[in-house]
DNA sequence: ATTGTATTTAGATATTTATCTAAATATCAT
DNA sequence: ATGATATTTAGATAAATATCTAAATACAAT
């Protein structure tokens, strides 16, 4: 199930953009982090949340880390926004009260 | 545009659930509040980002203030998330290169 | 006009968050 | 073992957020 921590990963801009970054493939923490104007410790704070949220796996490579989508958690994400769309299931419909 | 705003909103649980109380149809403030353990003017700030962010809008009817869901804006928002999901656009792809 | 009801705004406070620097850990190469 | 590279962790700080109470605003009813 898709729970707050994947909420609060997508909040920050950031962090959306990592993923969108690794749409194109797995890539090492520093490779990631070049692509942002902040210190690799931030970054590394932000993969750590990606992480509990489980939106990004990691694999170790020699002295790198590689980090990679798990597309199974947004596209859960995605499902639970989908969900928000249609009415709910009623108990009795109004097609039946009217009968 | 999906924006910034629009992710913030959803990140907060309470929001999420006003949502989820909007699908079954347009309700007023004070009875959204009904559903909720905190002051109005909690609530009052919750409506005010998810306006904010356009994912209600409002219509006054006598003294109250009705809300309802705007779909559009998160069916966009799912939409963000289904595009993180597709591998990007290449300018020469794989294939074309082992060509 | 006064009073009551519904909602929002203002101001305060405690918690969370994003960021930094410095230090720690893990791996590789010599 | 020593030194270099990659990444994370720890501790500090500033900014953002959720919540509260109290006050303000808007409308309705008498």
Same mark, same amino acid.
């Given at each position: 199930?898709?729970?707050?921590?994947?909420?609060?990963?997508? /909040? #920050?801009?950031? +962090?959306? &953009?990592?993923?969108?970054?690794?749409?194109?493939? !797995?890539?090492?923490?520093?490779?990631?982090? =070049?692509?942002?104007?902040?210190?690799?410790?931030?970054?590394?704070?932000?993969?750590?949340?990606?992480?509990? /949220? #489980?939106?990004? +796996?990691? &694999?170790?490579?020699?002295?790198?880390?590689?980090? !990679?989508?798990?597309?199974?958690?947004?596209? =859960?994400?995605?499902?639970?926004?989908?969900?928000?769309?249609?009415?709910?299931?009623?108990?009795?419909?109004?097609?039946?009260?009217? +009968?």
């Amino acid at each position: 199930m898709i729970g707050q921590s994947v909420f609060k990963a997508l /909040a #920050d801009p950031t +962090r959306r &953009e990592i993923l969108r970054i690794l749409r194109a493939g !797995s890539m090492p923490a520093g490779d990631i982090a =070049d692509h942002f104007p902040m210190t690799k410790a931030s970054l590394s704070h932000h993969f750590s949340l990606l992480k509990q /949220a #489980d939106l990004v +796996r990691t &694999e170790r490579r020699g002295q790198q880390i590689v980090y !990679s989508l798990n597309t199974t958690v947004m596209q =859960d994400a995605a499902g639970v926004l989908m969900e928000l769309l249609n009415p709910p299931a009623t108990e009795v419909t109004d097609d039946a009260k009217n +009968r």
